[in-house]
């Protein structure tokens, strides 16, 4: 292989991330920066600004594009924040390699407070997550919660302009972007669960493609594949979209997995949450099993009506 096409979106978040994985691969094959290229493709979900994701057709507009290109063979990876992935990938395509996660925990930045227990009753706080939308309705049901999509400089700027009081982003990527000091307070994971996947970058790849798995082998984290393997099999077993708030987080420690999951109306009235734990080999089945237990937690009815 003479160049290793790298596909991404072109968000500065999404640039960081191919970035970062060209960077863990010339750094584990001695490779040089020439033997790679990185390849901005613009998707769905960037173009569309005007409305919910949930309404505009899910998670996989920001993937759809640049899976077709992985397909079409005119790039050999695709680098994605696997929070944004559908549990369902295009035939032929499968996720291969995880890098090590970073944080996941949300981070709250506060315009004129630090906190969002410090916010004046009514107050705007921004956000296009409909499970941070129900999580914040849950914490503060008083707030007025607005729609916020962009890239994360885009949102910081509507922050500025003050079209909200306070927003809540991914802290993992506010560190990807050397941004870590604009956060005013950090989201605990038992009050506010990350998203599944959040704060794990994963590489796509064409299924048979073997001379690229070879690479990726030395950059995978086994711990992060454990952690996501339950997360994505917990969204799936769900039948997880953009329309339903669900959040869930695996740890791994001594080769047992502990996995805390939670679905939630997006008004937060009502939750459910459920815990469950086990071997890391069975990753996928442990998040599979708390789905299952949540569901009947919550009764089969517990998601009809959502929009």
Same mark, same amino acid.
């Given at each position: 292989m003479q160049t290793l096409k790298i596909g991404t979106r072109g968000s500065p978040l999404a640039l960081a991330q191919a970035h970062e994985t060209q960077a863990r691969l010339m750094e584990a094959h001695g490779m040089p920066a020439e033997a790679f290229e990185v390849v901005v493709i613009s998707t769905s979900g960037d173009r569309i600004q005007d409305r919910p994701l949930s309404e505009a057709g899910g998670k996989g507009l920001f993937t759809k594009e640049i899976e077709e290109a992985l397909l079409a063979g005119t790039i050999d990876i695709a680098v994605h924040s696997s929070k944004d992935m559908p549990t369902v990938l295009p035939d032929g395509l499968e996720l291969s390699a995880f890098l090590p996660r970073e944080d996941a925990r949300d981070a709250f930045i506060g315009k004129a407070v630090k906190r969002i227990v410090d916010l004046p009753q009514g107050a705007k706080v921004g956000?296009?997550?409909?499970?941070?939308?129900?999580?914040?309705?849950?914490?503060?049901?008083?707030?007025? !919660? !607005?729609?916020?999509?962009?890239?994360?400089?885009?949102?910081?700027?509507?922050?500025?302009?003050?079209?909200?009081?306070?927003?809540?982003?991914?802290?993992?990527?506010?560190?990807?972007?050397?941004?870590?000091?604009?956060?005013?307070?950090?989201?605990?994971?038992?009050?506010?669960?990350?998203?599944?996947?959040?704060?794990?970058?994963?590489?796509?790849?064409?299924?048979?493609?073997?001379?690229?798995?070879?690479?990726? !082998?030395?950059?995978?984290?086994?711990?992060?594949?454990?952690?996501?393997?339950?997360?994505?099999?917990?969204?799936?077993?769900?039948?997880?979209?953009?329309?339903?708030?669900?959040?869930?987080?695996?740890?791994?420690?001594?080769?047992r997995l502990v996995f805390a999951g939670l679905i939630i109306s997006p008004d937060g009235t009502q939750s459910h949450e459920v815990k469950a734990e086990g071997l890391a080999l069975d990753a996928a089945d442990i998040g599979t099993d708390a789905a299952r237990m949540v569901r009947v937690k919550a009764g089969e009815t517990f998601f009809d009506g959502w929009v």
């Open positions: 956000s296009s997550s409909l499970r941070r939308q129900a999580l914040i309705r849950r914490m503060r049901p008083d707030l007025d !919660v !607005v729609m916020f999509r962009g890239n994360v400089q885009t949102r910081l700027r509507k922050l500025e302009e003050g079209v909200a009081e306070g927003t809540i982003l991914a802290y993992a990527g506010l560190k990807r972007l050397g941004l870590g000091h604009v956060v005013t307070d950090l989201m605990p994971l038992d009050a506010f669960p990350p998203a599944p996947g959040q704060g794990a970058i994963g590489i796509e790849t064409r299924i048979g493609d073997s001379e690229v798995e070879k690479m990726l !082998v030395a950059i995978h984290d086994v711990s992060t594949g454990q952690a996501l393997a339950c997360e994505r099999a917990f969204l799936a077993a769900l039948d997880g979209s953009c329309r339903t708030p669900i959040a869930g987080y695996a740890t791994i420690s001594g080769g």
